[in-house]
């Protein structure tokens, strides 16, 4: 239990137990301060007043799931939201119960460009710039968060609390060198230009209706990157 005259090492390292006994494979933490970069409303005290903390939560994908159809990998995906949801709540619900205010982020979460209008339903942070801060990994030319150990396959969410806990140090390794398998793959040139990922031209080509579910249709940028399972993997 973690209590607010608790010694600021132990709340850490207890808040972090509380994600890894929840099921996650990784987490880290993010001072709330680190976000000033990011636009209106989608700061981390936007969505939860008083926020010190970001906790972030990441769960791997099976492997196979790059493997198998569409179907499948469709499949998995709902489940592993569903799955990062859950994590994210039980946390939040146990740094409530020790005292403090948290509210967990929804496994959708959002991104810095382009804000999709699920701010109020969700909580909107970028789940993959607050990875990035937390230290589990960078952000990839395909605009995927990329983890030395777990590749392209984390699947994030986050806990906000205005717990004042240490933030881990940003990952120093680096993906992408001069790769761009990414960017010549993508059926809709939408990683064409770094610094704007080209989110409507990517969403008209991300589902597609399959009798009377959605399907995902496209995964290239994941399924194709020679990092997708960690750098011990890497196909260069």
């Given amino acids: 239990m973690i209590t607010e005259t ?51 939560l ?26 990062i949801n859950g994590i994210a709540k039980t946390v939040a619900k146990r740094i409530k119960e020790d005292g403090f205010k948290s509210r967990a982020i929804s496994g959708f979460g959002g991104r810095w460009v382009e804000g999709d209008g699920r701010k109020e339903q969700f909580g909107l942070i970028s789940l993959k710039h607050a990875a990035e801060l937390a230290g589990l990994g960078v952000i990839g030319r395909n605009y995927l968060l990329l983890n030395s150990e777990y590749g392209n396959l984390l699947w994030l969410s986050a806990v906000l609390t205005n717990a004042d806990l240490i933030p881990d140090k940003r990952a120093e390794y680096a993906f992408c060198d001069n790769c761009n398998v990414c960017v010549e793959i993508c059926p809709v040139k939408a990683l064409d230009e770094p610094a704007v990922f080209g989110k409507k031209e990517c969403s008209n080509m991300f589902m597609k209706k399959v009798g009377d579910k959605w399907e995902i249709n496209c995964y290239l940028c994941r399924k194709e990157c020679p990092y997708r399972f960690g750098m011990d993997h890497a196909e260069t």
């Fill in 58 to 83: 990441g769960a791997a994908f099976p492997r196979d799931a790059l493997l198998g159809t569409a179907a499948y990998y469709t499949e998995l995906r709902s489940a592993m939201i569903e799955n």
């Fill in 6 to 56: 608790g010694n600021k090492k132990e709340l850490t390292a207890l808040v972090k137990e509380y994600g890894l006994s929840a099921g996650a494979n990784v987490v880290g933490i993010a001072a709330s301060e680190s976000f000033d970069s990011a636009p209106e409303g989608f700061k981390p005290g936007d969505s939860l007043a008083g926020c010190r903390s970001v906790i972030v």
